[in-house]
């Protein structure tokens, strides 16, 4: 038994987030930016609600390294788990699922917002009433989570954490209450929908200004989606065979786990890259 994992004590505190609280957020300025608006309602309707674009548009980049950082802990945490499962320490790997599954329920949640805020940039224009941005925020959230799965138990990093414990003991053999077919997949699957644009045909790890509709979690090349939108006179349908959902400017956003799955996706392709090329040259 490895001594060092068998005494291994965790415990994780998660602290509240000061990138997801109003007052640190974008809308505490929203509201000086909004006053000033009302106020010079009649000429600057278009500068303000630019700013207020600009404001909520960057948000989703302070969230991005505690996305990132989420990520990287779950991946650790995952391997200490399954040397903890090698050692036949039940209760500490539970400790450990039970901690995961927080994580990434605060990593949601962080998307979930984020993306809420950029939804509200891309709609706000200026009127005479001052805009009630706790009630907005709460829309857009519900908004959001409504087209999203909101079961962390089924996200995948919960099911790949499951998955490499799992196999441990039981490798080749699929888990309680899935299929077969849903534990090979398991391994591979991604918050990533599609692996290229449909309007532009570029892979999405190419895609300059990459954003994510929060009705149907489809990427696109911002400029192309942008112009393929305004061909059809603002009233399109995502351009994905079979996707159903509608599609407009004011759902695309850059969430923060956006840049994070395209990194990811950019690395595990090089490596199949690497690795076939080195086959090759072992090969010769």
Same mark, same amino acid.
């Given at each position: 038994?490895?001594?060092?994992?068998?005494?291994?004590?965790?415990?994780?505190?998660?602290?509240?987030?000061?990138?997801?609280?109003?007052?640190?957020?974008?809308?505490?300025?929203?509201?000086?930016?909004?006053?000033?608006?009302?106020?010079?309602?009649?000429?600057?309707?278009?500068?303000?609600?630019?700013?207020?674009?600009?404001?909520?548009?960057?948000?989703?980049?302070?969230?991005?390294?505690?996305?990132?950082?989420?990520?990287?802990?779950?991946?650790?945490?995952?391997?200490?788990?399954?040397?903890?499962?090698?050692?036949?320490?039940?209760?500490?790997?539970?400790?450990?699922?039970?901690?995961?599954?927080?994580?990434?329920?605060?990593?949601?949640?962080?998307?979930?917002?984020?993306?809420?805020?950029?939804?509200?940039?891309?709609?706000?224009?200026?009127?005479?009433?001052?805009?009630?941005?706790?009630?907005?925020?709460?829309?857009?959230?519900?908004?959001?989570?409504?087209?999203?799965?909101?079961? $962390?138990?089924? %996200?995948? !990093? +919960?099911?790949?954490?499951?998955? #490499? *414990?799992?196999?441990?003991?039981?490798?080749?053999?699929?888990?309680?209450?899935?299929?077969?077919?849903?534990?090979?997949?398991?391994?591979?699957?991604?918050?990533?929908?599609?692996?290229?644009?449909?309007?532009?045909?570029?892979?999405?790890?190419?895609?300059?200004?990459?954003?994510?509709?929060?009705?149907?979690?489809?990427?696109?090349?911002?400029?192309?989606?942008?112009?393929?939108?305004?061909?059809?006179?603002?009233?399109?349908?995502?351009?994905?065979?079979?996707?159903?959902?509608? $599609?407009?400017? %004011?759902? !695309? +956003?850059?969430?923060?786990?956006? #840049? *994070?799955?395209?990194?990811?996706?950019?690395?595990?392709?090089?490596?199949?890259?690497?690795?076939?090329?080195?086959?090759?040259?072992?090969?010769?």
């Amino acid at each position: 038994m490895n001594s060092c994992i068998s005494n291994f004590d965790f415990h994780v505190t998660l602290k509240p987030n000061p990138h997801i609280s109003l007052q640190n957020s974008p809308f505490a300025e929203l509201r000086h930016h909004q006053s000033i608006g009302t106020t010079m309602a009649s000429t600057s309707h278009g500068g303000t609600s630019g700013r207020i674009k600009n404001l909520t548009s960057t948000f989703g980049s302070d969230i991005q390294p505690l996305v990132a950082e989420i990520r990287t802990t779950v991946g650790v945490m995952k391997d200490i788990a399954v040397q903890l499962e090698k050692d036949n320490l039940p209760d500490k790997v539970k400790e450990m699922e039970d901690a995961v599954v927080e994580l990434v329920g605060l990593s949601e949640h962080s998307v979930h917002f984020s993306s809420a805020v950029q939804a509200f940039g891309n709609r706000y224009k200026p009127g005479e009433q001052l805009t009630d941005f706790h009630k907005v925020l709460e829309d857009e959230v519900l908004q959001f989570r409504a087209n999203r799965n909101s079961d $962390v138990q089924r %996200n995948p !990093l +919960v099911r790949q954490f499951k998955e #490499a *414990v799992w196999k441990v003991h039981h490798s080749g053999q699929p888990m309680p209450g899935e299929e077969e077919e849903d534990i090979v997949m398991t391994s591979t699957q991604t918050n990533i929908l599609n692996f290229s644009c449909p309007v532009s045909g570029k892979p999405i790890t190419e895609l300059e200004e990459p954003v994510r509709s929060m009705q149907c979690r489809h990427i696109y090349e911002k400029k192309a989606i942008v112009q393929y939108i305004k061909s059809m006179n603002n009233r399109s349908q995502c351009p994905i065979p079979g996707c159903p959902k509608a $599609v407009d400017v %004011n759902v !695309l +956003v850059q969430d923060p786990s956006l #840049a *994070v799955d395209i990194d990811e996706l950019r690395r595990t392709s090089n490596k199949e890259t690497n690795v076939e090329d080195f086959t090759m040259l072992d090969e010769d």
